[in-house]
């Protein structure tokens, strides 16, 4: 079992990620391994002065031990540095009420009107300080350890914008230009699209306005079998689905050609099967890696459309839940787009959802005299007293996912 769950409010102290699953004498460090996808993350064009303001690190509260996991669970903790500017507003401690900075007028899109019904708050602050993304630093933090597991298994990932603004920038997917996709202010290999999309951003921040678009992870060295087709809860695709769709403003997820495989004949849409005894591959990848539950072998590919940020500097009409007289939504800082930074919490997303199903084949250490063979896989991997297998040493695995 692979489990995490997050604590803490967007400007409370910290953000608290907890991880529990990951195999004992994985070599990791938050400086090489966590804090590079944390960076990412608060990266893209179109973001906020609340990017500016933090800079995220993760320490280490457990589960890691001289550079090593212990195979406990693995607690991390990431500083809000804007706190110091909240405290008197966010503190635990009782009194100091009524507290500054109360939000009594809910966004249209977001979390504060449902939330406060639920939960009985009529400050919807209690509401927005834990739906907001700053909680999605945890799941990177978390995504990011997922994915150290799975480029040691010789498993490479990618995070990706295809689209912004209803303009496409695809571009095509080149794993020798990772490098480029850090360096992109958008997270994308069409450079001519980025000016498009620039100039919209802009234009959209001027009107008081926000733009969504689709991202995309991808995997390549997944292995044939991860997930099943016994049972609806042990489908592969199902769970990424699931895992995706609860990242904030998310509103949609395909896996492959997904919404367009539904307008095609299916001679157009299938993946016509080549090989032979050594190794069977697809002619084409329009399933994006999954077939009946299962992964195929072929590079896995998810795509996420994120809506527009429902926090508005131009707001829509909404109901005051205190007067219940008509009011302007709440204003609260926030970017314009955070579609390059989604694409990185998707990936950690599905990073997380690989490794839960690969703990299902994985032993909880690796002894050096182990020889391990999954189900589905050519050859085994071996252990001769290290972490790394032979599979990931011979593909050169030295960006993606380990990097």
């Known amino acids: 079992m692979f489990r995490f769950l997050s604590a803490g409010e967007s400007h409370g102290p910290a953000l608290t990620a907890l991880l529990d699953g990951v195999p004992a004498g994985l070599p990791l460090t938050a400086a090489d391994h966590v804090d590079p996808w944390l960076r990412r ?75 406060g019904i639920k939960y009985g708050h009529k400050d919807l602050r209690d509401v927005l300080e834990r739906a907001s993304a700053r909680e999605t630093a945890a799941r990177v ?20 914008v295809i689209s912004l603004g209803g303009v496409d920038c695809d ?30 951003i802009d234009a959209a921040k001027e009107r008081g306005d926000t733009l969504g678009g689709v991202v995309e992870a991808r995997f390549r060295g997944v292995p044939v079998g991860l997930g099943s087709f016994t049972q609806w809860d042990r489908k592969l695709d199902g769970r990424l689905a699931q895992a995706v769709m609860s990242i904030h403003a ?16 299916g001679s157009q849409v299938h993946d016509a099967i080549v090989g032979g005894a050594d190794r069977y591959s697809r002619a084409s990848n329009r ?21 527009p940020i429902a926090t508005l500097m131009r707001p829509l009409a909404t109901v005051d839940v205190l ?15 955070a579609v390059p930074a989604a694409s990185i919490v998707v990936v950690a997303m599905a990073a997380m959802t690989l490794a839960s199903f690969l703990r299902y084949e994985l032993p909880s250490c690796p002894p050096a005299t182990v020889t391990f063979r999954p189900k589905g896989w050519s050859r085994g991997w071996q252990w001769p007293g ?15 996912v380990s990097s």
Do not use: C
């Open 323 to 337: 007067t219940h007289a008509p009011a302007d939504a709440a204003r609260e800082r926030s970017d314009v787009t």
């Open 41 to 115: 993350r608060q990266g893209g064009y179109g973001r906020g002065q609340r990017m500016v303001i933090e800079q995220d690190r993760a320490t280490f509260k457990g589960g890691v031990r001289a550079g090593r996991t212990t195979g406990g669970p693995i607690a991390m903790e990431i500083l809000n540095r804007d706190w110091a500017n909240w405290q008197d507003v966010m503190a635990a401690e009782p009194g100091n009420e009524p507290r500054k900075r109360a939000l009594t007028q809910p966004r249209p899109g977001h979390a504060d009107l449902a939330g």
């Open 171 to 200: 571009g095509g997917m080149d794993w020798d230009r990772l490098e480029d996709l850090d360096a992109s202010p958008l997270r994308s290999f069409d450079s001519d699209a980025e000016e498009r999309i620039i100039d919209l």
């Open 287 to 307: 399933s994006g890696g999954l077939e009946g539950g299962m992964s195929n072998g072929e590079e896995l590919v998810v795509h996420a459309a994120m809506k």
């Open 141 to 160: 933090a978390a995504g990011a350890v997922a994915m150290r597991l799975l480029g040691e298994l010789g498993i490479e990932a990618s995070a990706r």
């Open 250 to 265: 998310i509103k949609g997820v395909e896996i492959g050609d997904g919404w367009r495989a539904a307008t095609l004949p």
């Open 386 to 400: 290290s972490w790394v297998p032979a599979r990931a040493a011979s593909a050169g695995n030295s960006r993606g």
